[in-house]
């Protein structure tokens, strides 16, 4: 069983639509995790870092944790064509080895 | 930029050659990592340096050489690949050991062995 499960996509959806990225998660002692954006020919970007659970908000972006179900998401306000790219999500237990998703590809067509 | 460096960008190699693939960050951060990304699977970590130190190999054939000669710097040498090599190679950087804060990430080496 992977570590951490993440639907590949791709997902395709209107501009100014509302995204739902989402990975389930094995380990219970997971408690860092993590959303980030990697656009073609680039590395990944940090988006959204949460601990524990709960949700956290940043601009159009909200990351949710909830550890009862190992279930994170990254919900996407009112998507626009700069948002294309693939989410990646990343979760650890603490120590050096953080586990990520496969990665989920978006497009958002204006 | 992000401000971590890696060069270059594209390298087509052969099995018999080789070849270094270099990283740099200016940001002060203590631990640099080496990952491979392969389409369609996660990224997989193959060595953790911190402090200068190299504190994790995960399992990573002894092909894959790296070096931190200081703590702004970070080597992979490659010697006598195979085709399954073929990745994009992410350098990255964290302010302290262990990544909870966030990697900083560079754009990658796109790796072909030819």
């Known amino acids: 069983q992977k570590e951490v499960e993440q639907d590949p996509g791709p997902l395709s959806v209107p501009e100014g639509a509302i995204v739902s990225l989402n990975c389930t998660y094995s380990?219970?002692?997971?408690?860092?995790f993590m959303w980030y954006r990697q656009y073609s020919r680039k590395g990944p970007e940090l988006l959204m870092y949460?601990?524990?659970?709960g949700n956290k908000e940043d601009g159009r972006f909200t990351a949710q944790v909830d550890k009862s179900s190992k279930y994170i998401s990254l919900f996407i306000r009112d998507s626009q064509p700069s948002d294309s790219a693939t989410y990646l999500c990343?979760?650890?237990?603490?120590?050096?080895?953080?586990?990520f998703g496969t990665g989920t590809s978006l497009t958002v067509i204006p | 930029e992000t401000g971590v460096t890696q060069t270059p960008r594209h390298l087509v190699m052969g099995m018999t050659n080789k070849k270094s693939l270099k990283c740099e960050q200016h940001l002060g951060h203590n631990a640099m990592y080496w990952y491979k990304q392969s389409a369609k699977k996660p990224l997989e970590l193959m060595f953790v340096?911190?402090?200068?130190?190299?504190?994790e190999n995960n399992s990573v054939p002894s092909r894959f050489s790296p070096e931190c000669p200081n703590s702004s710097h970070l080597f992979l040498h490659l010697h006598t690949l195979q085709p399954e090599d073929s990745a994009l190679y992410l350098c990255?950087?964290?302010?302290?050991?262990?990544?909870?804060?966030?990697?900083?990430f560079g754009s990658g080496t796109r790796l072909t062995v030819v």
């Open positions: 990255a950087s964290s302010q302290e050991p262990g990544g909870a804060g966030g990697y900083t």
């Open positions: 949460t601990y524990s659970s």
């Open positions: 380990n219970s002692a997971f408690q860092y």
């Open positions: 990343a979760m650890s237990a603490g120590g050096n080895q953080f586990y």
């Open positions: 340096y911190n402090f200068k130190e190299q504190t």
